[in-house]
């Protein structure tokens, strides 16, 4: 009987360091530690401040530190020069599409242009036309028919639109039928 209460001390020695010394320094730890991360202290900051101080601690993180910071500025060097390539390139496509951007605004300046006197010319033509058919209206049916058989067929269809249907209708009939035909057709198709 004897012997089997001594096992029973050895175990119960363990048990009591566990559950009186233990446990309640784990708890009062946790405790501390929810208690200084809420009232904002960094535990962990201040710990490194701490093993800093220390100097046989702070040489040990010293040297990891530098070999850390060693390869981590290796590492943004390496970042920074692919950066600086990516930059050029996109500095030579901004150049490009800069002078594209430039040619395409002479072109629509150069287009601009051209269609502001063309819409000048037709306007000049317009008038022209007009001045041609009043003059049209107080000649003989006969001799604006002769001019107007030996005009190239749009400038003859130009000049009958704008003449009053009367009197188009009096130039067709003193042109030979079959370029009446071809100056009708064309007029309805307008």
Do not use: H, Y
Request: aromatic letters at 4%.
């Amino acid at each position: 009987m004897a012997i089997s209460e001594k096992p029973k001390q050895k175990s119960s020695k363990v048990q009591w360091f566990v559950f009186v010394i233990l446990i309640p320094l784990i708890l009062a730890v946790t405790v501390a530690l929810i208690i200084m991360t809420v009232a904002g202290v960094n535990v962990f900051e201040k710990t490194k401040q701490f093993t800093d101080d220390v100097p046989k601690v702070s040489a040990l993180l010293n040297t990891e530190t530098t070999k850390e910071s060693e390869g981590q500025a290796v590492e943004l060097k390496a970042t920074i020069e692919d950066q600086n390539a990516q930059l050029d390139e996109l500095k030579s496509q901004l150049t490009v599409k800069d002078q594209k951007i430039e040619e395409l605004n002479n072109e629509i300046n150069q287009l601009t242009k051209e269609l502001k006197d063309k819409k000048i010319s037709d306007k000049d033509k317009e008038d022209i036309m007009t001045d041609l058919s009043s003059s049209f209206k107080n000649m003989d049916p006969e001799q604006a028919a002769a001019i107007v058989s030996q005009l190239d067929q749009a400038s003859s269809v130009d000049l009958l639109e704008k003449l009053p249907s009367d009197e188009r209708g009096k130039v067709l009939a003193a042109l030979n039928p079959e370029q009446a035909a071809n100056l009708t057709s064309a007029l309805m198709n307008r």
